[in-house]
């Protein structure tokens, strides 16, 4: 099974600026990268997949980069909605996995 | 407008069996996996399993296997996960998910079911 870990665990960052969040797979997994978003009470939503195609309707603030074990998921100016905890899951073999999650706080 | 709406929170004792559903709209429902996701109270989100509609073909991850079923009903466009012997442990919020790519990439989910295990 293929262990996936973010860094940090808790973000803090100002509205405006830009946040960084990372993820590390324990193997390669090629481009078969997805992140989610998660805000408290609702469902998780679909961010990024493929490591850096943007899924239907979400900002251009939201990329993706990276391949193989290091990604990387940057807001480019963060807005009060955006506070949240991301999560990346990789989808190279199955079982697919979730890191532990990143909570981005107001600064 | 893809929608899927999971069943009501249940409140049941150890050793009981529970199975909740999770209904499908607005899309081909035998067209993409469905997967349902573990949220522990206050945790982050685990994979349990996935299932193909179009066979009822289900794997599950490590953790899971043995523990719970998932199945379809593809006449009614409804998925399940259902338990024969309920743990404390399990109390948890439970998604459904509509996926593409065997599962992998989740694009709609459900609003969650709240499980509570008590004695």
């Known amino acids: 099974e293929i262990v996936m870990t973010q860094s940090p665990a808790t973000l803090s960052v100002s509205p405006g600026e830009r946040a960084t969040l990372s993820c590390r797979a324990s193997?390669?997994?090629?481009?078969?990268l997805a992140w989610y978003q998660q805000k408290p009470g609702q469902a998780p939503r679909l961010l990024i997949y493929?490591?850096?195609t943007r899924a239907t309707g979400i900002p251009a603030r939201f990329s993706g980069s990276g391949s193989g074990t290091e990604f990387t998921l940057t807001i480019s100016s963060l807005q009060s909605e955006d506070f949240a905890v991301y999560y990346c899951q990789h989808y190279d073999n199955w079982p697919y996995t979730f890191g532990q999650g990143t909570k981005l706080e107001i600064k | 407008e893809v929608q899927l709406v999971q069943s009501g929170a249940e409140v049941k004792k150890p050793g009981e069996s529970l199975r909740i559903s999770c209904k499908g709209s607005?899309?081909?429902?035998?067209?993409?996996?469905i997967t349902w996701v573990r949220q522990l109270p206050g945790k982050g989100l685990e994979r349990m399993g996935r299932v193909d509609p179009t066979d009822s073909y289900a794997n599950y991850s490590p953790s899971f296997q043995g523990r719970v079923t998932i199945s379809t009903d593809r006449s009614i466009n409804t998925a399940y996960l259902q338990w024969s012997n309920l743990r404390a442990s399990d109390t948890a919020v439970y998604y459904c998910?509509?996926?593409?790519?065997?599962?992998?990439?989740?694009?709609?989910w459900g609003q969650g079911t709240l499980v509570t295990v008590s004695s």
């Open positions: 193997q390669r997994v090629s481009s078969s």
């Open positions: 493929g490591a850096s």
């Open positions: 607005g899309y081909t429902f035998t067209s993409y996996w």
């Open positions: 998910a509509r996926c593409d790519y065997g599962a992998g990439i989740c694009l709609d």
